[in-house]
């Protein structure tokens, strides 16, 4: 039994954009990189088509206070930072087909295209406003660097663009008692023109999409629930800024001005459509995004595009995103035709994790609770942390990353369960064969062992497919424990004699099968294990094909920087192929570390010691 698709699909994952103001800790990939890449390695396997891109967002205030406090200039500070979050991600196995940066010239040209599609149709209007300046410094406050009291709930922390409480868009002037996340002053407000995008006409259109995903089912409950409750109080939003440091406004009396950039996150989102633009350049064939953009327009198969982010995230990727995406079509109260890029795609689906926090904390890199992933890697197996966020990560509720959490499952689960099957039958088929030995007498028992672990296949594919990795990784574990179990009811290691050995060549025969099935079922979670463990059975290793960080040239003339890219055209077929009889097996070593208990308390330590 398997899942594959009875007609062949092209998927668009579209990972959340990491923010470039410095490195990303565990608390970042739990939420959009280990579930978007066990998502598309999965679609990959069972004969889709998938294009997964992301990038280093790299404008924004933040950036300029980030650099300040480097004694660096912004571009130095992007420069470093998108290398560190771009090694850091390939050494967490994330298998991009593409991972670019925004301050590429690619990026501003597409950025630009759009807001001028959406200008042309109608659906930016120019406003005056009160924005927000540091006055200690001058420069202007992003809204998400605004804290105070909600105007409408009443909930102290609500930020300035959103409370997350009531759920409410809020501007920073709208705030009670608002302070400066940076340093506690207290902002002041002066008018300033800016353009808005037109959000309350686009809410029919917004809405009419929103009850078309609901009704589809496949959302999860807090984001459709979320994303329409926004929709009541939808209002203008300003998608200029008063920056030096961004993406210029394409329009003239605008482009000249240097301290008017575009807001961040309408250029952030917009991302997804740079990197497929120039994932295709890269490829040689320059429209081949449109394959996964708007296929109707090119008769073309069916597209899907996934989003993953963190719940924070929600209100940029339901409610802005898909209203940039609707106006640019002309879709609103106000009509209009397509830019040059066409009708685009609206999002298949937002995936949106809850929040990890660390022995019951917050996340906080300010206040040094944190652990950054190039950190964690450098003393674990990165496939210990992605089982760690595929079993018990914030998938549709808030999960606690603790250390003896982190040593039970990798202890318990992943080297006693997963990884002691995979050692034992190795070493059973090294010491009496081998090599793989060829079955003799297929009895009930045998027959229902293989069975089950095949219908594995389904079970996990259908969870996955769903976006339900906790499920699936548990029902994949729950078929690593009745192969054990199979193991003990057997006692292979009883069959000495010379008479036995058909029977043992069976009994081993039947294991190498499953821990070659299981192996490509837990594959998606963990890649690199599940090439060390083909090796183990006498294969080449290349059950899951790898990222690389390749050094590439800015398309259109800019300075070089790094990208992640990679050829996953050889990830393994999501169904059972048999193991051959004959292939060498030698005496294995474990795949998995076991973790000493000790190291809990070493751990929390560093965590105190900041």
């Not at 939420?31 to 066990?38: Q, R």
């Not at 608002?178 to 686009?202: A, C, K, M, Y």
């Amino acid at each position: 039994m398997t899942s594959t698709p009875s007609a062949r699909r092209r998927v668009l994952a579209a990972v959340a954009w990491p923010y470039a103001n410095g490195p990303r800790h565990i608390g970042h990939v739990a939420g959009f990189g280990v579930p978007s890449d066990v998502f598309s390695r999965y679609q990959r396997m069972v004969g889709n088509e998938v294009l997964m891109v992301s990038g280093s967002d790299e404008h924004g205030t933040p950036i300029l206070i980030a650099a300040d406090e480097a004694g660096l200039s912004p571009q130095e500070l992007a420069d470093r930072n998108h290398r560190l979050i771009a090694e850091d991600l390939v050494a967490l196995g994330l298998s991009y087909d593409l991972y670019t940066r925004t301050t590429t010239r690619n990026h501003h040209a597409v950025v630009q295209e759009l807001f001028t599609g959406v200008h042309a149709n109608g659906y930016f209007v120019e406003q005056t406003t009160y924005g927000a300046i540091s006055p200690s410094t001058g420069r202007t406050l992003p809204d998400r660097y605004i804290e105070g009291t909600c105007p409408i709930c009443g909930t102290p922390g609500a930020r300035g663009d959103q409370c997350d409480a009531c759920g409410n868009q809020l501007d920073p002037a709208d705030l009670v008692d608002p302070v400066s996340r940076i340093n506690g002053e207290t902002p002041q407000f002066v008018e300033t023109q800016h353009f808005f995008l037109d959000l309350p006409s686009l809410a029919k259109a917004l809405g009419e999409w929103l009850d078309e995903r609901e009704a589809s089912g496949t959302w999860r409950p807090n984001v459709i629930r979320f994303s329409q409750n926004i929709l009541a109080e939808i209002r203008p939003r300003a998608m200029t800024r008063d920056i030096d440091w961004g993406i210029a406004v394409p329009l003239d009396g605008w482009r000249e001005n240097p301290t008017k950039k575009l807001y961040v996150w309408f250029d952030a989102v917009i991302g997804y459509l740079s990197a497929s633009i120039e994932w295709a350049r890269r490829t040689g064939d320059p429209e081949r995004w449109r394959e996964w953009w708007n296929p109707a327009a090119e008769g073309g198969q069916e597209a899907l595009s996934y989003y993953f982010m963190g719940k924070d995230n929600i209100t940029f990727h339901s409610q802005i995103w898909p209203a940039e995406l609707l106006a640019y079509a002309g879709r609103g109260d106000r009509g209009g035709e397509p830019g040059q890029y066409g009708e685009l795609n609206l999002p298949t689906e937002v995936v949106s994790s809850e929040f990890l926090t660390m022995e019951g904390r917050k996340f906080s890199s300010s206040k040094r609770v944190v652990i950054y992933v190039r950190d964690l890697l450098e003393r674990y197996q990165p496939d210990a942390f992605r089982y760690f966020v595929a079993a018990a990560g914030p998938e549709n509720q808030d999960s606690d990353f603790t250390w003896s959490e982190f040593v039970r499952r990798t202890n318990d689960e992943l080297v006693a369960g997963w990884g002691n099957l995979v050692n034992r039958t190795a070493s059973m088929v090294a010491k009496n064969f081998g090599e793989v030995p060829a079955p003799v007498s297929v009895t009930e028992a045998d027959q229902a062992v293989l069975d089950l672990v095949e219908a594995t296949f389904g079970t996990v594919g259908d969870l996955l497919g769903r976006h339900r990795m906790r499920q699936a990784i548990g029902e994949a574990m729950r078929a690593v424990g009745e192969v054990n179990r199979y193991v003990s009811d057997q006692a292979p290691w009883t069959l000495k004699s010379e008479e036995q050995r058909d029977r043992l060549a069976t009994v081993l025969h039947t294991l190498t099968q499953c821990v070659a099935d299981l192996n490509v079922v837990l594959s998606p979670f963990l890649p690199f294990s599940a090439n060390a463990v083909d090796r183990v059975l006498g294969g080449d290793g290349t059950v899951q094909p790898m990222p690389e960080l390749v050094e590439a040239d800015d398309l259109d003339g800019g300075a070089p920087y790094p990208i992640i890219t990679g050829d996953y055209t050889g990830a393994r077929a999501w169904e059972r192929r048999p193991v051959v009889v004959g292939t060498p097996v030698a005496k294995p070593t474990p795949v998995f570390t076991k973790l000493d208990p000790e190291l809990v308390d070493t751990e929390l330590a560093r965590l105190e010691e900041g």
